[in-house]
């Protein structure tokens, strides 16, 4: 059996592979192969097994250079927008991800940012590199409590429901949360509200926190209309995925004050930034790491192997994705 590994990626999946006998071939540099290339390298390496990334689109074309051989395309990450499922099943080629590994860590990188916008600590970090701190002050550079505040989280999965435990547990915080389903559970462990419109959300919280899957239906679901929703003292943090927020909106919404800030760790453009929004000190811009850590990069590492040996050894993978 041949896998490709289209980016490097920590060591403990690839050695799992290699482990089985099986070659592993990886793509040489430290980069997303393009569209043509990664064409080009499935048709001339016969592999049974592909394990990408989420820069990686995968779509009819890829799908198709890959061959009846290939078994599976698994995908070393949570979401997995960037792969046509319908197109993948239509060809008989499956599709994992990389659930549950990363709930901690991304949960945790959300808690910053939050705490990180609301004491202003990037802002407070560059005025004191550039030498402005001249004395203690009692009006430099004020933030806002995060404690006994309203969190408002959007899509109570995983990570939501892990942000809310921090939430509750550790700062008191009361919790509204909207999903397409209710979770009177988690109501009652944690004394959370639903609510139904997620208008409520932008009305009511204190902070925003974004945790919905890339669909049609949530793409832009942060528009200048919702924005001018939210209070002026709100921050919002997205940890999701970078086109759930109309950037543009967002860029016009924090230069005017019309929200106190915003975190986030994904982009509508990625990697590219939307004009204007690197300019504004009201807002922190983390590069797509809130799952990067040694122990969770090494699990999702290994999380993805196991799902190609599944595949590869006749069994359907723990996690497989449907359309």
Not at 15 to 28: A, D, R
Not at 70 to 81: E, M, P, R, S
């Amino acid at each position: 059996m041949k896998i490709f590994v289209t980016r490097q990626i920590p060591d403990r999946g690839p050695n799992l592979l290699k482990n089985k006998g099986y070659e592993v071939v990886v793509y040489s540099e430290d980069r997303t192969p393009r569209k043509n290339e990664l064409i080009a390298l499935l048709k001339k390496g016969v592999y049974d097994a592909v394990l990408c990334d989420l820069d990686d689109k995968i779509d009819a074309e890829v799908l198709d250079a890959a061959g009846k051989q290939c078994k599976i395309f698994a995908n070393y990450a949570v979401g997995f927008d960037n792969i046509d499922l319908k197109a993948a099943q239509e060809r008989g080629i499956m599709i994992t991800n990389t659930p549950g590994v990363l709930t901690d860590t991304v949960a945790e990188h959300t808690f910053a940012l939050m705490l990180a916008i609301a004491h202003r600590v990037a802002e407070a970090d560059r005025f004191t590199r550039a030498g402005k701190f001249k004395e203690w002050a009692p009006m430099l550079l004020l933030g806002h409590d995060v404690s006994k505040k309203t969190l408002g989280v959007v899509g109570l999965g995983r990570i939501g429901s892990r942000v809310a435990h921090h939430a509750v547990k550790g700062f008191d915080m009361k919790v509204i949360y909207h999903d397409v389903k209710r979770n009177e559970e988690f109501e009652g462990e944690f004394g959370a509200e639903f609510r139904e419109n997620v208008d409520d959300i932008f009305k009511e919280a204190d902070f925003i926190s974004l945790h919905v899957p890339l669909l049609p239906a949530t793409r832009h679901l942060v528009d200048e209309r919702r924005l001018k929703l939210m209070k002026k003292i709100a921050y919002l943090i997205n940890t999701s995925r970078g086109p759930v927020i109309d950037e543009n909106a967002l860029v016009e919404a924090l230069k005017n004050r019309v929200i106190s800030g915003a975190a986030i760790d994904v982009f509508e453009n990625e990697p590219a930034l939307t004009p204007g929004l690197a300019d504004l000190e009201n807002v922190i811009l983390t590069p797509h790491i809130a799952s990067a850590t040694e122990e969770t990069r090494q699990a999702m590492s290994e999380l993805a192997a196991k799902n190609i040996i599944e595949a590869l050894e006749g069994r359907t993978p723990s996690n497989l994705v449907k359309p």
